[in-house]
């Protein structure tokens, strides 16, 4: 288990720590569990991705699909504010609005509603379920109810 391994070193010592990380790993024949905010750490180091919010998991899918096809708010406005090489320069960056809750007082329902673009009535009193929206793909939202696969 590495908890944010690379926050604030420089891109060279970081490329080391992940190297040395990805050869222990393969040298033991053990999982990684990477605790981290860098998306580039984890585009390029995961094999499944869990995206928690306040404590709670709100999205797990396969790298790439989580990469392509976020089904959570969260992670949609997580991925939203990452610069993409292949992305104009004049593409505008967009930041999740609000803050997050404070851990010992959440909102009732899903903790997620007061920045969510999308909340409607259930968010403010029922906690969504982890539910299958696609395969290998699971997310906490009641926009994706209607839609289990």
Known sequence: IADEPTTALDVTIQAQILKLLSDLKDRLGSALV????????????????????????????????????????????????VVRIEDARDVALTSIQGTPPIPLDLPPGCSFRPRCPHAFAPCATTVPPLIAVGPEQRAACHLNEGMRA
Do not use: C, K, W
């Open 34 to 81: 990477l605790i981290t905010h860098d998306l580039g750490v984890v585009a390029a180091m995961a094999d499944q991705v869990v995206v928690m919010y306040a404590g709670r998991v709100v999205e797990q899918a396969p790298v790439g699909r989580l990469f392509a096809e976020p089904r959570h708010p969260y992670t949609a406005g997580l991925l939203r504010s």
